[in-house]
Structures are given as structure tokens and as C-alpha cells.
């Protein structure tokens, strides 16, 4: 059971997922600046500003963070799972992650962020 509310658990999960989010837009970038793309323009604008988004909402959860204590560690990482220690307000808890899922979670975050981003204009 955890004591974590789950308003600053979403918070810290946003620690783990959004650093592998630009981790993978910024190696689609150099892809994409690398590659034989007719018109290059588009994609790297449409990257650059979700990498953009991301960073903003990064910073946010880590100012957050850092205003209510909280951190977010990984401990240890295998094929199939990696743990993260969670550290609120004293308390440590460990949380294990089957890594699948958090590859079809930043896969949904990005598509949210593209998504998001179309939808605007």
C-alpha cells in the first residue's frame, strides 16, 4: 500500500517518463536531420517544439518536486523490470516497473504530445 497521493505519484512518474520522451525525440531529431527526407522542415519543427512542451512539463514536475520533497531514484534494472525508489516527505517506497509498460507509456505520451501539438494549430 502506498502513502503517496496519487497526484504527486503521477508527478514523479513524470521524472521517470518525460527524460526518456526527449531521449527519444532527440535521437528521432538527428534521424531526421541525417536522413534523405525530401522536406526535412516540417518534421524537425514538429519535434522541436514537442521536445519544447516536454521540457516545459518536465520542469514543472521537477519544480514541484523539489518544493515538496520528493524524489525519484532508480535502484536496479533488469530485462524485464526496473525499480525506482520513491522518496516522499521521509518515507521511501520502492516501486517496480515492467519495463514493456513503460515503453507503451512514454509511446502514449508521445503520441499525446504529436497529437496535442496538431490539434492546436
Known amino acids: 500500500m502506498t502513502r503517496i497521493p496519487e497526484h504527486d505519484r503521477d508527478i514523479m512518474e513524470k521524472a521517470i517518463y518525460l527524460p526518456m520522451v526527449l531521449t527519444i525525440l532527440n535521437r528521432d531529431l538527428s534521424i531526421i536531420q541525417n536522413s534523405p527526407f525530401k522536406l526535412k522542415k516540417p518534421y524537425l519543427e514538429l519535434i522541436e517544439e514537442t521536445m519544447k512542451g516536454v521540457q516545459r512539463e518536465l520542469t514543472e514536475a521537477k519544480q514541484y518536486m523539489r518544493k515538496n520533497k520528493l524524489q525519484v531514484m532508480e535502484t536496479k534494472r533488469d530485462d524485464a523490470f526496473t525499480m525506482y525508489m520513491f522518496m516522499y516527505k521521509g518515507y521511501e517506497e520502492n516501486h517496480n516497473y515492467f519495463n514493456p509498460r513503460i515503453r507503451n507509456k512514454v ?3 508521445m503520441e499525446t504530445y504529436f497529437l ?6
Not at 496535442?116 to 494549430?121: A, E, R
Open 107 to 109: 509511446q502514449e505520451l
Open 116 to 121: 496535442k501539438k496538431h490539434l492546436s494549430q
